[in-house]
């Protein structure tokens, strides 16, 4: 009977004794996760404030709040009466063998810092990479995020979009815009450039420095093909596009031009 009170009285003083630093800990936490929220939101208006480049907003907000937390966990882990040394040991272990089944995961961490680093992009920027076409709308720790012109969001993660291949269309303010306009054979080469000519000239969007650039470029199989070559403002890229395309197709068949189509003569002999 004496061993068996003996037992419950110690059973009685351990339960007190941890469930106290039980309590207190999920209350340290609690308490310390609401904090460590408040503090991020500050963080992130002193970065709007300082006008820190949106780019690294959202980085920097979400490392600011993960190494917090961290330092809490390892706050409360220590309030509970755990050796801080056999943690770490335990906790390097764990790491080493999360790392290797995260590899890709930590890859694609480190592509988000070389590409916050060395900045390919920004956020706003419209840019080409792994397959897709887009304009950046937030570069996170492990992905950016693209928008399409047709309001569809492409996630592509950071490893790749690092190591390969970007195309980025806003770096420059202009933009070359080429075009291929093909006439009939016979038909007079002198009117379908003056035609072009005049439609170029008369866009005021078409900057005049650089000069337009019109060529006959090539005997094709059913055309003879006109290359014409001008820039514009990056922001009025597709609007010329679209509309020197529109203007000379109206244009040639009034100037008494003829748009080829392929085709095929077969003779047959008997």
């Known amino acids: 009977m004496d061993y068996l009170q003996q037992g419950s009285e110690w059973l009685t003083e351990m339960a007190v004794l941890y469930g106290i630093k039980l309590i207190s800990a999920v209350i340290t936490l609690l308490v310390g996760l609401w904090i460590i929220n408040v503090i991020s939101n500050a963080f ?24 917090l937390k961290i330092l809490l966990v390892v706050s409360v882990i220590g309030m509970m009466g755990i050796q801080m040394t056999s943690f770490i040991a335990i906790l390097g272990a764990a790491g080493l063998a999360i790392g290797m089944a995260l590899s890709g995961t930590l890859q694609n961490f480190a592509g988000g810092v070389i590409i916050l680093i ?64 093909g006439v ?25 420095d650089p000069a337009p650039f019109i060529v006959l470029s090539e005997l094709a199989d059913s055309s003879v093909n006109i290359t014409v070559r001008v820039w514009s403002e990056a922001t009025d890229y597709w609007g010329v596009k679209f509309d020197l395309t529109e203007q000379v197709y109206k244009e040639f068949p009034k100037a008494g031009l003829n748009i080829p189509f392929p085709q095929m003569d077969v003779h047959v002999q008997k």
């Not at 992130?44 to 190494?67: A, E, P, T, Y």
């Not at 897709?132 to 979009?161: H, M, W």
């Not at 080469?189 to 072009?196: G, T």
């Open 44 to 67: 992130s208006r002193l970065m709007d404030r300082k006008n820190v480049d949106v780019s690294l907003r959202g980085f920097l907000k979400s490392m600011f709040s993960i190494v």
């Open 118 to 181: 060395i900045k390919p992009f920004n956020v706003g920027d419209y840019i080409e990479a792994q397959g897709y076409a887009g304009s950046v709308r937030e570069i996170q720790i492990f992905n950016t995020i693209l928008k399409t012109p047709d309001n569809v969001t492409i996630i592509i993660p950071n490893g790749g979009l690092s190591t390969g291949s970007v195309k980025n269309y806003s770096t420059e303010a202009r933009r070359r815009v080429d075009f291929v306009f």
């Open 184 to 208: 009939a054979y016979g038909d007079d080469y002198d009117q379908a450039k003056s035609v072009i000519t005049r439609l170029v000239g008369a866009d005021s969007r078409i900057l005049k």
